[in-house]
């Protein structure tokens, strides 16, 4: 993704909030891969993904106009949670790592429920 003026501050870096967009984006981009999005799967399931935890470590300052990419890895799953490793990097250098714990949520109740066995079974066979 490219960082847009809108996604800076007054010195044209990057606003720390920012990141944490982008690896949302690159979350919902990782599950629309497996073939699922967000909208159908509160339609379909009645369910919702969201965040839980974050561990953010900001290394190094993104600018106007670079080309960012949002890298997203499944670390591990359990019955009603996902654990994603995230990085952000442009031109190779590590920009930003996030650590993101992500619960599953009955959306009509807003409770932890469990993760859709079909869903469980598709990210097993992502891995």
Partial sequence: MR?????????GVVYYANYLRFIERGRTEWLRAIGYDQHRLMADSSVVFAVRSLRAEYLLPARLDDELNVLTA???MGRAQLA????????GAILF???????????????????????????KSWK
């Fill in 97 to 123: 790592e996030a650590g993101v714990r992500i619960a599953c949520l009955d959306s009509r109740k807003m409770k932890p429920a469990p993760i859709p066995k079909d869903i469980l079974e598709k990210i």
């Fill in 74 to 76: 499944l670390e591990s």
């Fill in 3 to 11: 960082v847009y003026y809108e996604d800076t501050d007054a010195g």
């Fill in 84 to 91: 994603f490793a995230q990085s952000i990097r442009c031109d």
